[in-house]
Nanobody, 122 residues
Framework: QVHLVEPGGGLVQPGGSLRLSCAAFGSITSLNAMGWYRQAPAKRRELVARITSGSTTNYTDSVKGRFTIARDNAKNTVFLQMNSLKPEDTAVYYC????????????????WGQGTQVTVSS
């Protein structure tokens, strides 16, 4: 089994910064694409940023130039640095990871973190 643990999140003023992290634990053979999604109240979950195992990144248009996704492969961890935060960034943020496990090395499965609340407000 694989678990994604997301500490962090919290309340920040508009224009402020916050860094999210997400670590994957378990019987992992390989950790492939990782990403951050968010879901605001009454809205659908949306992809915020994604990073491949080769560190190719892509971002949703609304966060380009403000957010940066990165990963530490040695620690099975993905980060999301969020700068110039806006009230519309308020949401529950979820990390995801595509994983091959020891029990199923031929299959890639997506796992999700428990979510962490980010609130941008003065």
């Amino acid at each position: 089994q694989v678990h994604l643990v997301e500490p962090g999140g919290g309340l920040v003023q508009p224009g402020g910064s916050l860094r999210l992290s997400c670590a994957a634990f378990g019987s992992i053979t390989s950790l492939n694409a990782m990403g951050w999604y968010r879901q605001a109240p009454a809205k659908r979950r949306e992809l915020v940023a994604r990073i491949t195992s080769g560190s190719t990144t892509n971002y949703t248009d609304s966060v380009k130039g403000r957010f940066t996704i990165a990963r530490d492969n040695a620690k099975n961890t993905v980060f999301l640095q969020m700068n110039s935060l806006k009230p519309e960034d308020t949401a529950v943020y979820y990390c995801s990871a595509w994983v091959r496990t020891v029990l199923a090395p031929g299959r890639e499965t997506e796992y999700w973190g428990q979510g962490t609340q980010v609130t941008v407000s003065s």
